[in-house]
């Protein structure tokens, strides 16, 4: 069973409005940790935005926040006023522990629009 | 952020020859560095997880006499794609985690190969 599931292969929004991209996990840990993760045409991985399972407040950077929702094991990442270079593909990735390696869902493609 | 960086940026090579790809942290140090493949459109595969001073654990399914992973120091390691063929041809990223926080994992800018 996949551990990070992404269920939206891409996704549009207009310039300057809010867009949320879905992730969901399966893990029996009690602590764990989600990322997300933004990789523009150019390749690099950049490091968005992390929630620890415990954290008692949704994390937020920025235009970024992360709807997280426990009991429901949701991580959604959501782009407040989005701009054109926010166009890029996103991961939602998660480190369980005992293990030190992320586990990436398979992405969303996020296409902003003027 | 903390910066990892990763070198070279792209390389094309002939086939049979041997490619190193670097991935360096340049302002701390990583316990634990990671190498993935990604092909197009895809995600990250994990190939192998590289621990200083210690033999790289690699996937299942992933060559480890192809690709040799070699954690030289805190700061530096290397995966060298040994006889290369086109099939080889992919996108190579490094991560590193901090060795202070062990939350983020930093990623280089990633390699582009491409075996002619």
């Known amino acids: 069973a996949q551990k990070i599931t992404q269920t939206q292969p891409g996704m549009f929004v207009q310039e300057k409005e809010a867009v949320t991209l879905d992730c969901t996990y399966d893990t029996s840990d009690q602590s764990y940790g989600l990322f997300w993760y933004k990789q523009p045409s150019s390749g690099e991985m950049i490091f968005l935005i992390y929630?620890?399972?415990?954290?008692?407040q949704n994390a937020t950077e920025g235009r970024y926040s992360l709807n997280f929702q426990k009991a429901r094991k949701s991580a959604n990442l959501v782009i407040s006023a989005s701009q054109l270079g926010d166009s890029a593909m996103y991961f939602c990735?998660?480190?369980?522990?005992?293990?030190?390696?992320?586990?990436f869902g398979k992405g969303t493609m996020l296409l902003v629009s003027p | 952020g903390a910066v990892v960086s990763q070198h070279p940026s792209w390389v094309i090579c002939k086939s049979g020859t041997s490619v190193k790809i670097e991935c360096r942290s340049l302002?701390?140090?990583?316990?634990?560095m990671f190498w993935y493949r990604q092909f197009p459109k895809q995600s990250l595969m994990l190939m192998a997880t590289?621990?200083?001073?210690?033999?790289?654990?690699?996937e299942q399914g992933v060559e480890k006499d192809k690709f040799l992973i070699n954690h030289a120091s805190l700061t530096l390691s290397t995966l060298t794609v040994t006889s290369a063929h086109p099939e080889d041809s992919s996108f190579y990223i490094c991560s590193a985690i901090h060795r202070g926080t062990g939350t983020e994992a930093f990623f280089g800018q990633g390699t582009r190969l491409t075996v002619v």
């Open positions: 929630q620890g399972s415990y954290d008692e």
């Open positions: 590289s621990n200083e001073g210690s033999k790289a654990t690699y």
């Open positions: 990735a998660m480190r369980e522990v005992g293990y030190s390696t992320l586990t």
């Open positions: 302002d701390f140090q990583a316990t634990t």
